[in-house]
């Protein structure tokens, strides 16, 4: 069966094969086959199809590629967000307060909220989403985290390298030892990803590189959390060791620049946390017009980043980041599949994956322009709709 969406006032494709950064198309037709895009084109063009959806003149993107987030937790720090606002600076310690939280929350407790931040995220148009364990930092814990994230996703990263938990508070060394041994062999099978908080207050490089290299022997792929916190060694560990992503990237060197600008790395940036913890906003124009490929996570997490809103984390990188809406939207489509690694997602071309998403707005400024406004009219997952 084939669905025509047709009168589509503005179409973002992020085709490279089309002109301009989003390869924008007018007046614009797309066609649903099988849970993939079978034609794009004009309007006037489009093949006849079984059933058709008038968009009305709106603008149409690929669903958002949310690449960061933590959505398996318990409990939540409000108090912590409050205190925060007073004045106190947010540190890496916090996350332990979940990790507590966690540990006493049940299977099926996790897996109804868990269920609530999906629905949450497809809501607001997010169609792929990468979520991490590292609220669990034992065997057992961190192994049921990334077995309920697999129900979900198949962008589940292993993060048991999150903090050094209590229990082996002046041990860090030998939790990592811990991370790299049974805990990897617990988590492996449910995961795609590793990653690591490579940070003052969290790991070292040293650490960091053991916990990367132990994932990459076992076949998963290589993410990063590094210079979130303060300047250090983590962007150019990410980039050596041949990370897809590195994450956070608030605080980074000319050197660092250069070297991810010298890479295949993806430079994942966070507006939420900035905004959430009063920290400064990394420079993204110097990011790209450096060359570095740059992406948008919301990085939905109890702490740092409460928020599953990709369309606010655009109108913050547009605000207070240097990115043109153009540049947003791609780093939030294309540049959250990049950093994924995935070539079927993150576009509107003929064999991706049929992930889509309707404003109610005729062009994608709109996501910048209207911030906080709920613009999503209808979200499309592998041809189904899933949202109104």
Same mark, same amino acid.
């Not at 916090?94 to 995220?121: P, Q």
């Not at 207050?201 to 053991?210: H, L, M």
């Given at each position: 069966?084939? *669905?025509?969406?047709?009168?589509?006032?503005?179409?973002?494709?992020?085709?490279?094969?089309?002109?301009?950064?989003?390869?924008?198309?007018?007046?614009?037709?797309?066609?649903?086959?099988?849970?993939?895009?079978?034609?794009?084109?004009? $309007? #006037?063009?489009?093949?006849?199809?079984?059933?058709?959806?008038?968009?009305?003149?709106?603008?149409?993107?690929?669903?958002?590629?949310?690449? @960061?987030? *933590?959505?398996?937790?318990?409990?939540?720090?409000?108090?912590?967000?409050?205190? +925060?606002?007073?004045?106190?600076?947010?540190?890496?310690?916090?996350?332990?307060?979940?990790?507590? $939280?966690?540990?006493?929350?049940? /299977?099926?407790?996790?897996?109804?909220?868990?269920?609530?931040?999906?629905? &949450?995220?497809?809501?607001?148009?997010?169609?792929?989403?990468?979520?991490?364990?590292?609220?669990?930092?034992?065997?057992?814990?961190?192994?049921?985290? %990334?077995?309920?994230?697999?129900?979900?996703?198949?962008?589940?990263?292993?993060?048991?390298? *999150?903090?050094?938990?209590? &229990?082996?508070?002046?041990?860090?060394?030998?939790?990592?030892?811990?991370?790299?041994?049974?805990?990897?062999?617990?988590? =492996?099978?449910? #995961?795609?990803?590793?990653? %690591?908080?490579?940070?003052?207050?969290?790991?070292?490089? /040293?650490?960091?590189?053991?916990?990367?290299?132990?994932?990459?022997? +076992?076949?998963?792929?290589?993410?990063? @959390?590094?210079?979130?916190?303060?300047?250090?060694?983590?962007?150019?560990?990410?980039? #050596?060791?041949?990370?897809?992503?590195?994450? @956070?990237?608030?605080?980074?060197?000319?050197?660092?620049?250069?070297?991810?600008?010298?890479?295949?790395?993806?430079?994942?940036?966070?507006?939420?946390?900035?905004?959430?913890?009063?920290?400064?906003?990394?420079?993204?124009?110097?990011?790209?017009?450096?060359?570095?490929?740059?992406?948008?996570?919301?990085?939905?997490?109890?702490?740092?980043?409460?928020?599953?809103?990709?369309?606010?984390?655009?109108? !913050?990188?547009?605000? /207070?980041?240097?990115?043109?809406?153009?540049? =947003?939207?791609?780093?939030?489509?294309?540049?959250? =599949?990049?950093?994924?690694?995935?070539?079927?997602?993150?576009?509107? !071309?003929?064999?991706?994956?049929?992930?889509?998403?309707?404003?109610?707005?005729?062009?994608?400024? *709109?996501?910048?322009?209207?911030?906080?406004?709920?613009?999503?009219?209808?979200?499309?997952?592998?041809?189904?709709?899933?949202?109104?």
């Amino acid at each position: 069966m084939t *669905h025509l969406l047709t009168n589509i006032g503005q179409l973002v494709t992020n085709d490279p094969e089309r002109d301009g950064l989003l390869g924008l198309v007018e007046d614009a037709a797309v066609v649903l086959e099988d849970g993939r895009i079978a034609w794009v084109g004009a $309007a #006037a063009d489009a093949p006849a199809a079984d059933s058709r959806t008038d968009a009305g003149g709106t603008a149409i993107l690929p669903g958002y590629v949310d690449s @960061h987030t *933590h959505l398996v937790f318990g409990g939540d720090r409000a108090a912590e967000f409050e205190a +925060r606002m007073e004045g106190r600076p947010y540190s890496a310690g916090g996350i332990r307060s979940t990790v507590s $939280a966690t540990r006493d929350a049940t /299977d099926a407790g996790l897996r109804a909220r868990l269920a609530g931040f999906v629905a &949450e995220l497809q809501s607001q148009g997010t169609t792929t989403m990468e979520t991490k364990s590292g609220y669990g930092l034992s065997v057992a814990d961190e192994q049921r985290l %990334v077995r309920l994230a697999a129900e979900v996703t198949p962008e589940v990263t292993f993060l048991g390298a *999150h903090v050094v938990p209590a &229990e082996f508070a002046d041990r860090a060394d030998e939790y990592v030892d811990l991370v790299t041994g049974p805990m990897l062999d617990a988590c =492996a099978p449910f #995961a795609r990803w590793i990653d %690591v908080f490579c940070e003052t207050g969290a790991f070292t490089v /040293d650490q960091s590189r053991r916990v990367l290299e132990a994932g990459a022997a +076992r076949g998963l792929g290589i993410r990063v @959390h590094a210079n979130q916190l303060g300047a250090g060694d983590g962007v150019r560990l990410a980039v #050596a060791i041949g990370a897809a992503s590195v994450d @956070h990237c608030t605080y980074l060197s000319d050197d660092d620049v250069a070297v991810l600008a010298a890479s295949d790395t993806v430079c994942t940036l966070l507006p939420g946390v900035e905004f959430s913890t009063r920290q400064p906003y990394p420079d993204a124009r110097r990011l790209i017009d450096a060359g570095v490929t740059v992406a948008l996570a919301s990085d939905c997490n109890p702490g740092s980043s409460f928020t599953s809103s990709m369309a606010f984390c655009i109108a !913050v990188a547009v605000r /207070d980041m240097g990115m043109t809406p153009a540049e =947003a939207v791609w780093a939030a489509t294309a540049g959250g =599949a990049a950093a994924l690694r995935r070539a079927d997602v993150g576009r509107i !071309v003929p064999g991706a994956r049929a992930d889509l998403l309707q404003l109610r707005a005729p062009l994608i400024v *709109h996501l910048a322009y209207r911030p906080g406004v709920p613009l999503v009219n209808r979200v499309w997952k592998d041809g189904a709709l899933i949202a109104v």
